[in-house]
């Protein structure tokens, strides 16, 4: 990665090189980089905050924050991008639990992603003793070598030569696998449940390719980086990236929708973080017909139904583990959370949703008053559903820690719609940036080489519709920017 930063130029005021649109985490580590090779840098922001998916707000009760969207950060502590921007010199601190995830069963016990490997098999073991060996010989290759690893993980497939060949070579022939598939290799249950779990993560039925992949991901950035939140919550990472482009003379408009390029002012090349339909509509003209339908076509994966809880003190879970875990996954078997994943991708509401939940007020006093906490969880339903999913996610988190209801202050309860609401690039309450099953993680959004540019120059994609995908890492803005700043400003610093 680049470590050389010029001077600016241009400064605020001066002329544009480049505009970007949306102030996500993706758009902004795009205006960062831009600004980074002394670009000025203009972003233009619809809601009235930065932070798109990393937003923190009272939705509840005040003195509770809750984050809005995403909460928890393997991808985000790991990412190349965000660790060569020192966004610790801008207020981000990372706020580690003493165990990055802890999955749960009916009968009182879970087993535990932990910081090490070997603790991780050893939970593993308990159930089924071959089960930790495997376990272990599934990781063991690539410990100690993320640093390697995440840059040629976390970028476009097709985009040339890795720089481990061997290593991504390695890691590609598991990960390439479904997680149906991989999770053959265990013989407990416990074990094919903790995959599936970190699998869902991926938004993709588990028979679909490289969700084995994504679980062993996950699973690798707990041992190398961990499950860590930011203090204060997914603003905070934000607000620091904000920073950072501010200190090099970048400029930041909230409340700012964009409807066309042809509003914005004279630029040299304009990065969009938007979904690939909006692409085409605000490029308009730019585009050709046939990329735009393209575009337009684009499709949506399943929505998210989100609860944020006030409560009057921890989550009572039976499992003494889960009291140390920031993330708890919530689906006992492999066959219950495939089931879920299967239904919500055929259009119909999953019987019993596999939930997804995060305590970070356990790890960081600063999120709710003396005593009492947040809860942050949610499961996936179909697109656009405009159901309340609220007695069936209490009902399966109750399963697990019965006496939660009574816990429970006050609740925000967000379907579809409401996600959309709250961010514009969540259509039908699609969090992952468009469809990931089949190769749509992998390719997207379309088979090419270069994935953020268009016929147009000038013009990038640089949301979560294009590689690597979703979650708060920055990347596509990351490898977007490095686009434009080879194809339109005469290289990327580095190269
Ligand atoms: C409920 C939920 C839970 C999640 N949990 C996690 C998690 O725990 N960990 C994790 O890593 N990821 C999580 N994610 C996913 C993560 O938030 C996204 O993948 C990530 O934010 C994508 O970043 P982005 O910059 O591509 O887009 P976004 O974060 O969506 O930002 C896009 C920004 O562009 C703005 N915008 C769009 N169109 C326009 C326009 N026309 N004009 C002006 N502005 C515009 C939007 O307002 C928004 O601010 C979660 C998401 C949700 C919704």
Redesign the pocket.
Known sequence: MAGTEPQQRAGVGAEVDAVV?????????AAVTLARAGLAVHV????AT?????RTGELTLPGFHH??????????AGSPAFRELRLEEHGLTWVEPPLPLAHPFPDGTAVTLARSAEETAASLAHGVLRDGAVYRRLVEPFLGRWDALAPDVLRAPLAGLPRHPWLLARFGLRAVAPAALLARLFRGERARALLAGLAAHAVAPLGSPATGGVALLFALAAHEVGWPFPRGG?QALADALAARLRALGGRIETG????SLAELPPARAYL????PE?LAV?AGDRLPERFAARMRRYGHGPG?F?IDYALSGPVPWTAAECARAGTVHIGPTFEEIGAALRADHRGVVPRVPFL?A?QPSLFDGTRAPTGRHVLWV?GHVPNGWRGDLTEAIERQIERFAPGFRECVLARAA?GPAE?EA?????PGGD???GRCDGLRLLLRPRPAVLPYATPDRTVYL????TPP??????M??YHAARAALRRVFGGAPGE
């Open positions: 649109v949306g102030a996500g985490p993706n758009g902004l580590t233009y922001e619809a809601a930065v932070g798109g998916g990393a984050d809005v969207c995403s909460a928890v950060h393997p991808l985000g997914s700012r929708p964009v409807t969009l973080d938007v979904m909006d605000l998210v989100k997804i995060a949610y967000a996600i709250r961010d514009r690039n969540d969090i992952a940036g640089c949301s979560s519709a995908g979703p979650g708060v890492h920055g596509c803005g």
